[in-house]
């Protein structure tokens, strides 16, 4: 368990924790000349019978707010310290409400310096806090007076805090989450290297690991860890400890950085997030107001975005654009600070419901995302995308929001969803899968009645009319899903109902009547277009045209872009590459030897070999070919099935 301490300077928080745990957090030269606290403390208690909690003691004044804002995110329980003899002061109020709206909701309050004022003044303070904590995510916390100095109450405290690590549950599905650790202070040992100090909120972490300090994106190797000061070969999520990093100067991280998973580096300057406005500000948060936004232990100036004229008011909450001055380190569920420009007034706070707000979307898009977002559980998340998009929801775009093991994601996936694609995989509804397919098929029959001397339609123009937010790539594996089905043919970028012939209407039906008794008649002499055109006495353009459109229907086999051969002639002429390779030692021919067998010049007998080298029926070795046996395709252009079910 994580514990930090909160509340004003001079309260006795660095007292109370060397009190606990007999480690003096106080380690700048500064801080002993002065007497407070200046940046975080660190310190750990060996509980007995097992196990440790760590402390993270924050200084009090208000001018170090910025070093209190890094020691309290993602810890498990607070000490709100308050002293008995100044009761509740100005930072108490702030460092309760910024621990409020990071959501820690577990805690005690402890009154210091117990022995310092009357039996009667105890009662009057513990009644000042209690009415502090109402209304809040902290009301009803134990409180605890105690003498730091004297040991009054302590055993009691160390027993509230047994009781609460005992109580503390990790998240679960910790298996499923990417590495994320919170860096809070870096430094160089002579003999060692860089070395890091902070909290790991996900995943884990072991020497050799590799990782990435985001938002930089430097790759760094861990070289060992330490947890209270001990070698150790592991860090759970939830834990405090230190890692010497190999082959990196120190000067290259800095507080506010995250070490992270590769797949975890996703830095973004533009958060959607629900922000909560402090009831004691004097006015509502405007469109465009400049703030400081503290998330993870970064602080970053920002811009507070939302539409034209709106606001939120004090105590009230609104989804909100954060518009960052540099990229940070976020996922979904992260908690986060504002302050005002100067820094010297928290605003409020919020939780982040979408990282990579830069994604454009039209505002419905935006709005039913958000609403999915927003869900407590990221089953539930996608659930609902998945049920809502138009466009499919790209599963590596919600690891990375969710913070997630891509190879984890689909187990969250609803039963009537499929996946499509390889690498880029995207989740659909099966319901609106199959509403596409009416669509498609129901435009295409519209299509092919309007232009029925069309070939078909390009796959651009059906996914722009159909499905204009899908991935183009992933629109290409739906159609051929669908080819596979039989529901349409795909020839090229073309794309067709089976069945469909541009070329079944009289005039194109006499002018086959023209050209096919000429092709039959060549044999293994094929015609060139433009020879048969002068045969029909027809426009080279015009035949060439109708030519094209009649190898659609497999009738004709495209040669060449100027020479086309029927079915059955080019069927013979695959016989004759087998029946070629059967004379010779090996299988292996040459194109001479080819050409010696159908008995036609050798440009053609090339371009007939190289035909049926693209069909897989010969295959070229230097100057010799062999048979491969295959065959003529049914239908040109046919696919495979790319697409997985859940």
């Known amino acids: 368990m994580i514990v930090a301490t909160a509340g004003h300077i001079d309260h006795g928080k660095t007292t109370l924790v060397r009190a606990l745990t007999g480690i003096d957090t106080d380690r700048l030269p500064e801080e002993k000349a002065r007497g407070i606290s200046i940046d975080l403390?660190?310190?750990?208690?060996?509980?007995?019978?097992?196990?440790?909690?760590?402390?993270?003691?924050?200084?009090g004044h208000e001018r170090?707010?910025?070093?209190?804002?890094?020691?309290?995110?993602?810890?498990?329980?607070?000490?709100?310290?308050?002293?008995?003899?100044?009761?509740?002061?100005?930072?108490?109020?702030?460092?309760?409400?910024?621990?409020?709206?990071?959501?820690?909701?577990?805690?005690?309050?402890?009154?210091?310096?117990?022995?310092?004022?009357?039996?009667?003044?105890?009662?009057?303070?513990?009644?000042?806090?209690?009415?502090l904590l109402l209304g809040t995510g902290l009301e009803g916390w134990a409180m605890i007076p105690l003498s730091a100095a004297r040991g009054d109450g302590m055993e009691r405290l160390q027993q509230r805090l047994i009781e609460a690590a005992a109580a503390v549950q990790r998240d679960r599905g910790q298996d499923a989450l990417l590495t994320r650790y919170i860096v809070d202070r870096v430094f160089s040992v002579p003999g060692s290297g860089t070395v890091v100090t902070g909290t790991l909120i996900a995943g884990e972490i072991t020497p050799n690991d590799r990782l990435t300090i985001s938002p930089s994106g430097i790759e760094v190797r861990v070289r060992k860890l330490q947890r209270h000061g001990k070698a150790s070969t592991h860090a759970r999520s939830g834990e405090r400890c230190a890692i010497n990093l190999a082959n990196i100067e120190h000067t290259s991280l800095r507080r506010g950085d995250w070490l992270v998973a590769p797949d975890a580096h996703a830095p973004t300057d533009r958060i959607e997030a629900r922000i909560q406005v402090l009831q004691a500000e004097s006015g509502p948060l405007k469109h465009w107001t400049p703030v400081h936004v503290h998330i993870g232990s970064a602080d970053v100036p920002a811009r507070l975005a939302m539409r034209r004229g709106a606001s939120i008011a004090p105590g009230e909450s609104a989804l909100a654009q954060l518009r960052l001055d540099r990229p940070v380190c976020a996922a979904r569920g992260d908690r986060l600070i504002i302050r005002d420009q100067s820094a010297t007034r928290t605003l409020g706070g919020g939780i982040v419901i979408d990282p990579f707000a830069a994604v454009r979307r039209t505002p419905a898009e935006r709005s039913f995302t958000l609403a999915a977002l927003a869900q407590t559980e990221p089953g539930a998340s996608l659930a609902e995308l998945v049920a809502s998009s138009q466009r499919g929801v790209d599963l590596g775009w919600f690891a990375r929001v969710f913070n997630r093991r891509m190879d984890r994601i689909e187990e969250l996936l609803p039963p009537d969803s499929t996946v499509l694609g390889t690498v880029h995989r995207v989740a659909f509804s099966s319901q609106w899968l199959d509403s596409l397919q009416a669509?498609?098929?129901?435009?295409?029959?519209?299509?092919?009645?309007?232009?029925?001397?069309?070939?078909?339609?390009?796959a651009s123009v059906l996914q722009q009319e159909l499905a204009p937010g899908v991935d183009a790539a992933i629109f290409a594996v739906i159609l051929k899903r669908y080819v596979t089905e039989g529901r349409i043919v795909l020839q090229?970028?073309?794309?067709?109902?089976?069945?469909?012939?541009?070329?079944?209407?009289?005039?194109?039906?006499?002018?086959?009547?023209?050209?096919?008794?000429?092709?039959?008649?060549?044999?293994?002499?094929?015609?060139?277009?433009?020879?048969?055109?002068?045969?029909?006495?027809?426009?080279?353009?015009?035949?060439?045209?109708?030519?094209?459109r009649k190898s659609a229907t497999g009738e004709l086999i495209k040669v060449t872009l100027e020479r086309f051969a029927l079915r059955a002639t080019l069927t013979a002429l695959a016989a004759k590459a087998r029946d070629t390779a059967r004379s010779f030692p090996g299988g292996v021919f040459t194109a001479a030897q080819y050409r010696d067998h159908i008995g036609t010049g050798r440009t053609l007998a090339i371009e007939i070999l190289e035909c049926l080298d693209r069909l897989n029926i010969t295959h070229r070795e230097g100057n010799g070919r062999h048979y491969t046996g295959g065959d003529l395709p049914a239908l040109p252009g046919a696919g495979n099935d790319q697409g997985s079910k859940k």
Not at 50 to 57: E, M, R
Not at 448 to 457: L, M, W
């Open 41 to 59: 403390g660190f310190a750990h208690w060996d509980v007995p019978g097992g196990g440790s909690i760590d402390f993270v003691d924050v200084p």
């Open 64 to 131: 170090f707010i910025r070093n209190m804002l890094c020691g309290v995110y993602a810890i498990d329980h607070v000490l709100l310290v308050v002293a008995a003899d100044d009761g509740v002061m100005p930072q108490t109020r702030e460092h309760l409400a910024i621990v409020d709206l990071l959501g820690v909701d577990h805690g005690t309050v402890v009154i210091t310096k117990a022995d310092r004022v009357s039996p009667d003044r105890v009662p009057e303070v513990m009644d000042e806090v209690k009415r």
């Open 439 to 458: 669509r498609v098929l129901e435009w295409l029959a519209c299509f092919h009645r309007e232009k029925s001397s069309d070939t078909g339609v390009n």
């Open 492 to 548: 090229g970028s073309l794309v067709r109902l089976p069945g469909h012939d541009s070329t079944d209407n009289p005039r194109d039906v006499r002018l086959w009547q023209q050209v096919r008794p000429l092709l039959e008649d060549a044999g293994a002499d094929i015609p060139s277009v433009r020879e048969l055109a002068v045969r029909v006495a027809l426009p080279l353009q015009v035949l060439r045209d109708f030519l094209h």
